[in-house]
């Protein structure tokens, strides 16, 4: 791992980390003054059977949060009022809350529909420069994209302990971690607060005795690479003491989409037809960014526990007619359950220009054949021409955003 940079002034800063405040049961109010101090909590289909994927303050209050029950919801806030997911509009707001930030600073980088982090330079760095940005930075959130988009802003001298900070204080916070705020800033948090530690990390430093943060900042490098099991452990080190380690850049691995069916579709044919929906979506995708797939692997989790999978080698391809072929050739002739949800992940994804060109016509002419059909409905509009396994399921599985994936409205769904 290259060395840190020269340490910065104890009282400077580096980054400026930006997180929405409850993003998109905020849209919603933004678009609906009707929702506007009311208990809001957007849900992906409209059954009791789901899980809020939002909820706004109001409905925090009441301890509605992301993942629970929509029955349990209702239980627990009797006004509370359910919104569908409307993803076109999360990304729009998106863009346009990339564009007001970037009218202040330049967006170093996004990390998801909700996050993004900018470098702070020269006299940028200074602590009350800093602070003016950030909250010029809300201003002009509030100002050009709407009111009711909070958000809380973290400054500090690495991206980790920006993102920490933003964390400290929810809603419309903004909270500053400098190197000589370290390390009594952070002492009264615990282990789990920190990004990337989650419940198996958790519990692998709890066996090691590591149960708060004065155990966790006490180990030396060598200790953390060893509580890690890996290198990542002396970034922590690092990062902790508020340095700021380059970091390797990443290379995408996946493309994937799964979806909770709703019940008119739990069957097997239902779950073989969102499959090939499924299907059809990677593959749309992968070629409209330039990559092709080594591998695709199709699962099925049933109602009540129990799962199917299968892992089909490819021929570094993302041609949707040949994935459907293979997809159906290993369908199984019965389910052992009730399909829930379903999913499909495209593997060991490499640039298409670096892969060979396919010999042989047949391949040739699929391979044309699905560049036809993303141009036919980059023209025309979505499912203006598709797979005949998707028929029924056409506009099941719509466009969903991941924690770390923003889908491209200019492609289609």
Known sequence: MPAPPPALPESHFTTLFLDLNSYFASVEQQLNPALR?????????????TCCIAASYEAKAYGVKTGTNVAEARRMCPGIVFVSTRTDAYVRFHHRIIAAVESVLPVHQVFSIDEMSCRL?????HPEAA????????????????????????L????????????????????????????????????????????????????R???????????????????????????????????????????????????????????ADGARAVLARLIHKAAARSRHVGWLARKMTIWIKFHGGGDWSIDIPLESSVDTLELIHLFTDRWPPTLSGVPHCVGVTLHDLEKEDLIPLPLFPQEQ??????????????????????PA????????????IGFTSIPDLDMPE
């Open 37 to 49: 101090g009311r208990p809001v909590a957007v849900i992906p289909v409209e059954t009791d059977t």
């Open 121 to 125: 330079v020269g006299s940028q760095q």
């Open 131 to 154: 602070l003016a940005l950030a909250r010029c930075v809300k201003e002009v959130i509030y100002s050009r994209v709407g009111e009711c988009l909070r958000c809380s802003i973290g």
């Open 156 to 207: 500090a001298t690495n991206r980790f302990l920006a993102k920490l900070a933003a964390d400290m204080q929810k809603p419309d916070g903004l909270v500053t971690i400098s190197r000589a705020d370290l390390p009594h800033k952070i002492l009264g948090l615990v282990p789990r607060d920190l990004c990337g530690i989650g419940p198996r990390m958790e519990e692998r430093l709890r066996r």
């Open 209 to 267: 005795g590591i149960t708060t943060m004065a155990h966790l900042l006490a180990l030396d490098e060598r200790a953390m690479v060893d509580a890690w099991g890996s290198v990542v452990g002396l970034r922590y080190h690092r990062w902790l003491r508020g340095d700021d380690p380059q970091e390797a850049p990443t290379r995408k691995r996946s493309i994937g989409h799964q979806h909770v069916m709703p019940p008119e579709l739990r069957t």
């Open 365 to 386: 002419k699929r391979q044309k054949l699905a560049r036809a059909m993303d141009s036919l409905n980059n023209k025309y509009g979505l499912h203006a021409i598709y």
């Open 389 to 400: 396994a998707m028929h029924t399921t056409r506009d099941a599985a719509p466009a969903r």
